[in-house]
């Protein structure tokens, strides 16, 4: 199964380091069958971007609770092929929960905004929270920021594009 594991930049260089993610709470995003059913239409690129979008909110709100102002605050989302992912309905129709941790070869790409995003990415993650209680201006600022592409980098280009921040 493809999943997309929110993660923050700190995440990544530790992926690249120890050559595995964990996962936080074994919590990944994928198409599963609630998704699907969710969508009256799509097909499974469609709903690969829907899955992905949930990681990098997610990946904003891991940002919040990171607290590390030496790395840029940038969402990153790491899509990884596991065998081991048990949908949570219960939680979102997204939402699956990983076995254990993912092996850098099983690490197909990572999504990580670009510099250009870092300010909106900043104010968003201080008013997500209120946006999840029905903030209007806060679900703007979330939105700001989500209206910026995540760039998409091999996983190969991880140590490259780490050493370059």
Same mark, same amino acid.
């Given at each position: =199964?493809?999943?997309y594991?929110? +993660?923050?930049?700190? =995440?990544l260089q530790k992926?690249?380091a120890?050559?595995?993610l964990?996962?936080?709470?074994h919590t990944?995003?994928a198409?599963?069958p *609630? ?6 239409t $799509? #097909? /499974?690129?469609?709903l690969?971007e ?5 990681a990098a909110?997610?990946? =904003?709100?891991?940002? $919040? &609770?990171?607290g590390? #102002?030496?790395?840029?605050?940038r ?11 048990t949908?949570r309905?219960?939680l &979102? ?6 076995? $254990?941790?993912? +092996?850098?070869?099983?690490?197909v790409? *990572?999504?990580v #905004?670009?510099?250009d995003?870092?300010? @909106?990415?900043?104010? @968003?993650?201080?008013? %997500? &929270?209120?946006? /999840? ?8 600022? %979330? $939105? &700001? @920021?989500?209206?910026? #592409?995540?760039a998409?980098? *091999? ?5 490259f594009l780490l050493?370059?921040?």
């Amino acid at each position: =199964m493809r999943v997309y594991v929110p +993660a923050t930049l700190a =995440m990544l260089q530790k992926l690249v380091a120890d050559r595995s993610l964990a996962a936080v709470n074994h919590t990944a995003f994928a198409v599963t069958p *609630a998704l699907r059913e969710s969508y009256a239409t $799509g #097909d /499974d690129e469609e709903l690969a971007e829907v899955a992905l979008r949930e990681a990098a909110l997610a990946s =904003m709100r891991l940002l $919040g &609770d990171e607290g590390d #102002d030496t790395l840029p605050p940038r969402r990153a989302v790491v899509e990884a092929e596991v065998d081991d992912a048990t949908p949570r309905p219960d939680l &979102d129709e997204a939402v699956v929960r990983l076995a $254990g941790p993912i +092996a850098f070869e099983n690490v197909v790409a *990572a999504y990580v #905004d670009n510099a250009d995003a870092e300010s @909106a990415v900043r104010a @968003a993650v201080e008013a %997500v &929270d209120a946006a /999840d209680l029905g903030d209007e201006d806060a679900e703007l600022t %979330v $939105g &700001d @920021a989500q209206d910026h #592409d995540l760039a998409w980098y *091999a996983a190969q280009e991880l140590p490259f594009l780490l050493e370059l921040l």
